[in-house]
């Protein structure tokens, strides 16, 4: 006597289980228990959070030809003005941050700013949205810094500025 597996079956438990978002146990802890003092043999037990916060799923978009996960390339662009037409491709050593100060902004180039932030955040920490005050850019010696021909997008308080 043979036993056919039906994939319809199986199918099925799949999507019920994608349905209803089953988790791996997560195992919080694990304990030895050892059964006498001088013997070597133990028992292990674990102990599992099986009531946690679940972040919802990250969503994927997809190609609607071949259902391939569709990647993406972010690429900035030289413009001038407001026009759409893009004259050619911007180098990472092209793109300068700025921050305004006054009527003047503060041109600053990523791997400055990056040193900075990594000065007045360490390392692990959380990166709170006042973490960069003014107090800090008005210490550091402005010359070289400065810019006066430069094409602002973006915020006006921290833009990216392209010159």
């Known amino acids: 006597m043979s036993y056919i597996i039906d994939s319809s079956d ?14 791996s146990q997560r195992c919080v802890a694990r304990f030895k228990i050892h059964l006498a003092p001088g013997q070597s043999f133990a028992i292990g037990a674990a102990s599992y959070c099986l009531v946690r916060r679940e972040p ?8 609607a030809k071949d259902n391939q996960p569709l990647r993406s390339r972010r690429q900035w662009m030289k413009t001038r003005g407001d026009s759409v037409n893009a004259d050619e491709a911007l180098l990472p050593h092209d793109i300068v941050r700025g921050l305004r100060f006054g009527d003047r902004y503060l041109c600053f180039e990523p791997d400055e700013l990056q040193a900075a932030m990594q000065q007045i955040v360490p390392v692990g920490e959380p990166l709170r949205s006042n973490a960069f005050p003014l107090e800090f850019v008005c210490n550091k010696p402005t010359s070289g810094f400065v810019c006066d021909s430069f094409e602002i997008v973006g915020n006006p308080m921290f833009a990216t500025v392209f010159m």
């Open 10 to 23: 199986r199918l099925e438990d799949l999507l019920t289980r994608i349905r209803s978002r089953e988790k």
């Open 56 to 63: 919802p799923p990250s969503s994927t978009f997809i190609n």
